[in-house]
């Protein structure tokens, strides 16, 4: 089995990984994602866990956020950080928006477009989400994959609450001016 860690890296131009660097400082930085360290073997003494964009919403919809967090806390090293983009949709709940923009990269041939669904429950308290992904074919695009879940619309203070449940410190939220990433990305910091 391999080890999560050995082979990590912070991948360059990821606003979470910059982020990340920014607080720790200069230098070489473990970084695995949240997924990993709730897997087997678990990871210890990481310098940053990583929280992609819908991953949250997703875990306190399964119920397995304050777990998912707690383990998080546990693979850092004191003074390591979780770093996390989160949507904040809880405006959004009373007016049920269908989907967001269409996200592009890539130029020419090299193109894709990932366009998200949302079909929001009747309380306006959870959505379920479908990614698909498209790529220019030939002669026309075709869908490479799609994804569904289902998320629970966290407020704000709801992060907060969560991160500091699970022992963190220094809980702070950026903006995306702040930090770069299209949605609020939360720093929070593992305790000595």
């Given at each position: 089995?391999?080890?999560?860690?050995?082979?990590?890296?912070?991948?360059p131009?990821?606003?979470?990984?910059?982020?990340?660097a920014?607080?720790?400082?200069?230098?070489?930085?473990?970084?695995?994602?949240?997924?990993?360290?709730?897997?087997?073997?678990?990871?210890?003494?990481?310098?940053?866990?990583?929280?992609?964009?819908?991953?949250?919403?997703?875990?306190?919809?399964?119920?397995?956020?304050?777990?998912?967090?707690?383990?998080?806390r546990?693979?850092?090293?004191?003074?390591?950080l979780?770093?996390?983009?989160?949507?904040?949709?809880d405006?959004?709940?009373?007016?049920?928006?269908?989907?967001?923009?269409?996200?592009?990269?890539?130029?020419?041939p090299g193109?894709?477009?990932?366009?998200?669904?949302?079909?929001w429950a009747?309380?306006g308290?959870?959505?379920?989400?479908?990614?698909?992904?498209?790529?220019?074919?030939?002669?026309?695009?075709?869908?490479?994959?799609?994804v569904?879940?289902?998320?629970?619309?966290?407020?704000?203070?709801?992060?907060?609450?969560?991160?500091?449940?699970?022992?963190?410190?220094?809980?702070?939220?950026?903006?995306?001016?702040?930090?770069?990433?299209?949605?609020?990305?939360?720093?929070?910091?593992?305790?000595?």
């Amino acid at each position: 089995m391999t080890d999560p860690v050995a082979d990590v890296v912070p991948v360059p131009d990821d606003p979470l990984s910059e982020v990340a660097a920014a607080v720790l400082g200069a230098g070489e930085h473990q970084v695995v994602d949240l997924l990993d360290v709730v897997g087997e073997p678990a990871p210890s003494g990481v310098d940053v866990v990583r929280a992609g964009d819908d991953l949250l919403p997703r875990l306190a919809h399964e119920n397995a956020l304050s777990r998912a967090l707690a383990l998080a806390r546990r693979a850092l090293r004191p003074g390591g950080l979780l770093v996390a983009a989160v949507p904040e949709l809880d405006r959004l709940g009373r007016l049920r928006p269908t989907a967001p923009p269409p996200r592009v990269s890539g130029r020419g041939p090299g193109r894709q477009v990932t366009v998200q669904l949302w079909d929001w429950a009747a309380d306006g308290e959870s959505y379920a989400l479908e990614v698909v992904r498209l790529v220019r074919g030939e002669t026309s695009w075709e869908v490479v994959n799609t994804v569904a879940t289902r998320h629970r619309v966290l407020t704000a203070e709801q992060i907060s609450d969560e991160l500091t449940g699970a022992g963190f410190g220094a809980v702070q939220r950026l903006s995306p001016a702040e930090c770069g990433h299209p949605l609020p990305v939360w720093v929070a910091v593992a305790p000595a």
